[in-house]
């Protein structure tokens, strides 16, 4: 397999510290959610930081295989929602795929885009069998 393209990021501190790029670009503090008994507040976390590339790189999937099958998806919106689940001593993700489509896609396509797309996408690839992953369509507003 050919690299495409490859980059690096280090983290200091776990969830209570940063994570920084090889190139400086992303430099963030990271924070515990109140949720999972941290101070949260106006820091990052792990699932935020996966939700975000989860988001960005399936959208692209599917603006590019519209685009293939000469379809319009202009203002497409795709949202990821991230969970993180403990049962046993274990902890998952559990993920959901929300997008939101014009309404000049019908129905049709849009379950085929969706399907293609999750077969596509290098983050779907990589969780399927792993991440529990359930795809939703939302009307845009």
């Known amino acids: 397999?050919?690299?495409?393209?490859?980059?690096?990021?280090?983290?200091?501190?776990?969830?209570?510290?940063?994570?920084?790029?090889?190139?400086?670009?992303?430099?963030?503090?990271l924070a515990i959610p109140v949720e999972l008994g941290g101070p949260g507040g106006d820091r990052t976390n792990p699932e935020q930081l996966f939700a975000a590339g989860y988001a960005a790189c399936f959208s692209s999937t599917v603006q590019h295989l519209a685009g293939q099958r000469g379809l319009d998806v202009t203002g497409l919106e795709v949202t990821v929602k991230v969970g993180l689940a403990h049962e046993r001593g274990v902890s998952d993700l559990v993920v959901t795929l929300v997008v939101a489509f014009p309404s000049s896609v019908d129905a049709g396509q849009v379950a085929e885009l969706l399907e293609a797309a999750h077969q596509m996408c290098p983050y779907s690839r990589a969780t399927r069998g792993n991440v529990e992953v359930t795809l939703q369509v939302a009307s845009l507003v």
């Open 1 to 29: 397999m050919r690299i495409l393209y490859s980059t690096a990021a280090t983290a200091r501190g776990g969830r209570d510290g940063e994570v920084v790029s090889d190139d400086g670009v992303l430099d963030l503090d």
